[in-house]
């Protein structure tokens, strides 16, 4: 296939241009690096199957030849990230998304679009299955995130609905591993880092809300297979690890796996920080037959070897 992925240098699209040139397939990247890094592509960059275009995707997009599959997956996912940046972030997954379809429609591609587990809010459903609507806050500080990708949920299923298109949507859930930014402000870099650098883990409120953690290797896996299963038309799909911990466990976890003599301390939580969060698979497991296989401490392993070797370096 030749296969188009936005926000190709990110964390999660880097993974992605991986996996589907491992399998042969011909791959075109586009990121404008506001929250990627060349770093994480530079690897590719002498692969004959890999073309990459530094490109801002709330521009038109242009793209010749045949596609056969779009994955949309540029937009700042950390908190960090879209309060920095949170106009550009509602543009990204709406003009982008808008953009993104017009060119699957154009093509005849197949369309996955990156949702998040964002779109529940602070769930009254628990844990939380594709079927559940969500309680979010449309005018909170995270809104810009939540509800621009709840937009284009709406908006991937109306070229589904009105143009027939096959699109799929994947809500990820929490996920971790090599290739995040250090100060990116997700939980896990965070920990990770402060632990190395034997700096205080600072948990926000007291440290009982809960997360899933979810390693990059399962969630691509799951990913790809959203891509390229056939008769997925219309489909979400949750993907992420439904163990769940608590925050003050995870930063206890990686003070133990780094051999760290950091304190944890303890700060004030940001508006609408969700209480809990833990993905229903069901669906992912019976259609897709897809669940994680790699647990907390042997990912978290794998991390905090990739975050030693980067502060080293």
């Known amino acids: 296939m030749r296969v188009l992925i936005t926000g190709a240098a990110g964390f999660i ?50 793209v010749a030849g ?31 998304t808008l953009h993104t379809l017009g060119l699957a429609k154009e093509k005849s591609a197949r369309y996955v679009f990156a949702s998040t587990s964002e779109i529940y809010g602070n769930p009254e459903v628990h844990p939380q ?7 979010v806050n449309p005018i909170g500080p995270r809104s810009v995130y939540d509800e621009a990708k709840r937009f284009s949920e709406a908006l991937t299923m109306a070229y589904c609905r009105e143009h027939d298109l096959d699109v799929r949507i ?27 650098e034997g700096k205080p883990l600072t948990v926000y409120g007291d440290g ?16 790809y297979r959203v891509a390229v299963y056939e008769n997925l038309k219309g489909e979400v799909f949750n993907l992420g690890n439904p163990q ?14 780094t051999g760290s003599s950091s304190e944890i301390t303890f700060m ?7 209480d809990r969060r833990k993905p229903d698979i069901k669906k992912a497991k019976k259609i897709l037959g897809w669940e994680p296989k790699i647990g907390i401490r042997e990912g978290l392993e794998k991390t905090v070897k990739w975050f030693r070797e980067k502060l080293a370096s």
């Open 244 to 257: 769940e911990y608590k925050i003050l466990d995870l930063a206890k976890l990686i003070v133990e796996i």
């Open 208 to 223: 009982t809300q809960t997360r899933s953690f979810c390693f990059i290797e399962d969630l691509v896996e799951g990913i």
């Open 66 to 96: 045949k596609l056969d599959l779009i994955l949309h997956f540029a937009c700042p996912a950390s908190p960090v990230d879209y309060m920095n940046h949170p106009i550009h972030t509602m543009k990204v997954d709406s003009l982008g």
């Open 129 to 135: 299955p594709e079927t559940y609507w969500g309680n």
């Open 268 to 274: 004030e939580r940001p508006q609408d920080d969700p």
């Open 13 to 62: 699209g880097s993974h992605l241009c991986d996996r589907f040139l491992k399998e042969g397939h011909e791959v075109i990247g586009l990121d404008n690096f506001l929250t990627g890094t060349p770093e994480n592509i530079a690897h590719l960059f002498g692969n004959p199957r890999f073309t990459f275009y530094k490109y801002d995707v709330t521009n038109f997009i242009y």
């Open 170 to 196: 994947v809500r990820i859930f929490n996920t971790y591993g090599p290739r995040m930014r250090m100060n990116d402000g997700r939980v896990v870099p965070n920990f990770i880092c402060q632990a190395l």
